[in-house]
């Protein structure tokens, strides 16, 4: 009578060894039925292939890695293309002819696809450092993974799981090596494009360079030193100029004057400006005569030029009809030395003012062409640093993938003679001694769970349906009155404690031993 009243752990304890049968039969008998259950399932035999990934052997510091992949998703990928139709129709064909695998082709690759499983290297046993210890499990520190494969036939399973794991391991080779391969031809098209770039960034700085020759950057100062020269060399140019100019002028008034006294002193010796002379000076005696006498000072001086000029007329001709009639007149005409001087520095001086208006104007159209260089020269340095920027870009980016090219193609190289990361097999497939599945000792496992519960539910079942009244808590349940006293029993325990000297009240409660008298 469980009902209407809390439970002590002595009511547990009688309904435990009241239901110990109803507990132990299904206990004892379920463990048995989940083992003869286990035979009736096909056996599968699963095999294993541990497969490590060994790291580079070239130091990254030289070569980086081809593939920073993680290597979940790697495997992920590797065994999405090991199980695909094209890689598993010749491996089944291959197996087909050694007389592994039978059926039909699809229901095969289904087969494989269904029973194949990667598992990671989680756990790896090493030696246990504590005296007189086993083996004990520890996190791997080496990256790797292991192949399972589950068949109904032993043999089948550790040739396929083999065959899986080449397959993997041959998959990863080519994805290596293509990748390092793909990475050198995609760097090799960036730097054709890059150096056409370059090229194209070079020949606009060589024909800015070239238009704008001597008014780059670097030729500012440079142009501002010749500048400065021009107008030196201007203002020499223009003060020789000025000198010769005035020299010239001083030197053309000096000819004037020699010129006047040379022309005067020819006109005095020539015949026809002397017979003029004299007949000037014969009307003017005949008129002075007229007025005056032969003594008059006036007409004495007259004559006396008269007779002067009539002997010069006279010598000149007579040295006239001496002379030859081929003589050169120009010997008697000829300037004198003097004259001939000064013409002479006069087209010197005429000369020098020629070349130095000519230097002057050369001068003047450099230094007009210099200004104009100094004046453009922020514009043009302006537009020669953005060129050269974008060369300096186009050049370091050039550099930048011919370095990433060389090292893509030292991967290549790499993983080509299989220096790079490689998988390699641990452990091959091995042929399973015992079936996977079915677990008999976890089927007997799971019939001692299910029989303990079922033993567990029956005997609640019948202590919910139990109505006998045992103990006093029953009965006080059971008529629901209040205690008003209770009076210990007095009997056997009792006589028995006291010949045993305990000399106190028991208080042990149970069963029938101990009785309360309810008034």
Known sequence: MTENRELTMDDYLAMLRRRLKVLLIPTLLAPIVGFGVSFFFTPKY????????????????????????????????????????????????????????????????????????????????????????????????????????????????QAVCQELSNIIIEENFKDLEGAAQTNTDF?????????????????????????????????????????????????????????????????????????????????????????????????????????????????????????????????????????????????????????????????????????????????????????????????VQQQYEVLTRDSTTAKAFYDNLLAKKSESEMQTAMAREQQGEQMHVLNPADVPDSPSFPNRLLFAGGGLGAGLVVGFGLALVLEFRDKLVRTEGDVLAVLELPVLSQVPWVGAVVAQNNNNGAGKRSKSRSGDEKEMVEV
């Open 46 to 157: 699963t095999s294993q292939a541990t497969i490590l990934v060994d790291p580079q052997k070239v130091s990254d510091s030289y070569v980086q890695p081809v593939v920073t992949q993680d290597l979940g998703q790697r495997v992920a990928t590797l065994e999405a293309r090991a199980t695909s139709a094209d890689r598993l129709r010749p491996m089944i064909e291959k197996l087909n002819q050694q007389g592994m695998l039978k059926g039909n082709v699809d229901d095969t690759i289904e087969a494989i696809r269904a029973g194949i499983q990667v598992l990671p290297l989680i756990e790896v046993p090493v030696a246990n450092p504590t005296p007189g210890g086993g083996p004990k499990k520890k996190s791997a520190d080496v990256p790797g993974f292991v192949l399972a494969y589950t068949d109904s036939s032993p043999r089948q399973a």
């Open 187 to 379: 760097l090799a098209r960036q730097v054709e494009d890059a150096k056409r770039q370059l090229d194209d960034q070079a020949d606009k700085v060589a024909e800015f360079e070239k238009k704008y020759m001597g008014q780059l950057p670097g030729d500012a100062d440079n142009n501002l030193k010749i500048l400065m020269g021009l107008n030196s060399q201007l203002d020499s140019n223009t003060q020789t100029l000025n000198r010769a100019q005035q020299d010239k002028a001083y030197t053309e008034s000096m000819l004037a004057q020699q010129l006047a006294a040379w022309q005067s002193s020819q006109n005095s010796t020539n015949p026809q400006t002397l017979q003029q002379q004299l007949s000037t000076l014969q009307t003017q005696l005949l008129s002075l005569q007229a007025r005056y006498t032969d003594d008059y000072p006036d007409v004495v001086k007259t004559k006396r030029d008269i007779a002067e000029v009539q002997k010069k007329l006279d010598e000149l001709n007579k040295a006239a009809a001496k002379a030859t009639p081929v003589a050169d007149d120009k010997e008697n005409l000829s300037e004198p030395p003097e004259i001939r001087q000064l013409r002479l520095q006069i087209h010197q001086y005429q000369q020098v003012i020629t070349q130095s208006t000519r230097d002057q104007g050369k001068l003047q159209e450099s230094i007009k062409q210099y200004q104009g260089r100094v004046a453009l020269s922020p514009a």
